[in-house]
């Protein structure tokens, strides 16, 4: 049988065509940002202080932050993260059917890729010791021995915290996902310090460039927006934005990340599903 048309195949299609969506999502952000900061881009900003910097990095850093009110395209990035996470968890569904029908000849009832997040309704078993209806057991019961491994070492719950496991956020959006699309809504920039132009100065760059700190920066800013400040005088930005999910099970996470680390983990099982058989 070519690998083309090998039991994962399929997975391996909605696993490309997930990246897709991914990819498509990041250039959509990126032109929508790059739009933004043209002459004739039609957005206004408006900046909000935070009362408390935020934590952010390995480091913990704490980085003052400036909002943004922008009419961002929400729904539409919404359905791109709904197609992005369907297609990943299709993909896994897909690899379990694949390979119960290259094992048994033809696919069973209620199978799929479980995903638990406790071990013991994943294992529940009948009175009798066969795989429970609706159990984990159940749904891989079509699976050779070794797949069936890959598929119980990969569940959330044996992690320390199932609830942070990258297949119970997958499990968590894909359920929403059915219903309403995911929540795409919150934005932010960091903003370190401000630097304010001296277009009269000096034309070495760095001495006409006075950096504020974050706070007296902001009120120039808003100066500046309105047109109340200092003649000769203009606001250069450095920001860092994201693009964070909105309220729902990944709510404050980097959309495109987040989704990355989904579909690297889901590559990762189906690279072992594909070497046991």
């Known amino acids: ?32 940002f790059s739009g933004f900061f043209l002459p004739e881009a039609k957005y206004k900003l408006t900046f909000e202080s935070t009362d408390e910097p935020r934590s952010v990095g390995v480091s913990g850093n704490a980085i003052p932050q400036m909002y943004m009110k922008l009419p961002i395209p929400e729904l539409r990035w919404g359905v791109l993260v709904g197609d992005a996470v369907h297609n990943l968890r299709s993909a896994l569904d897909n690899a379990v059917e694949g ?30 010791g066969a795989p429970a209806p609706g159990s984990g057991l159940a749904a891989i019961r079509g699976l050779s021995e070794a797949a069936a491994d890959v598929v119980k070492h990969a569940q959330p719950y044996n992690a320390v915290r199932a609830a942070a496991h990258p297949l119970w956020l997958l499990y968590q959006l894909s359920n929403i996902d059915k219903h309403r699309v995911p929540a795409v809504v919150a934005m932010y920039g960091e903003l370190p310090g401000v630097g304010l132009v001296d277009e009269a100065a000096s034309d070495n760059a760095d001495e006409r460039v006075e950096i504020l700190p974050f706070h007296q920066g902001l009120e120039q800013a808003i100066a500046v927006q309105r047109g109340d400040a200092s003649e000769g005088r203009k606001l250069r930005l450095e920001l860092s934005f994201e693009t964070l999910f909105g309220v729902g099970p990944a709510e404050g996470e980097p959309v495109v990340p987040t989704l990355k680390a989904l579909r690297d983990e889901v590559a990762r099982i189906l690279d072992e599903l594909e070497r046991v058989g």
């Open 1 to 32: 049988m070519s690998a083309s048309r090998g039991p994962a195949a399929s997975s391996r299609e909605k696993l490309s065509r997930a990246g897709e969506h991914i990819e498509r999502l990041l250039e959509e952000i990126e032109a929508f």
């Open 99 to 128: 390979l119960t029908v290259a094992r048994l000849g033809a696919p069973l009832p209620r199978t799929c890729f479980p995903i638990f997040d406790d071990r013991e309704g994943f294992h529940r078993r009948t009175r009798a």
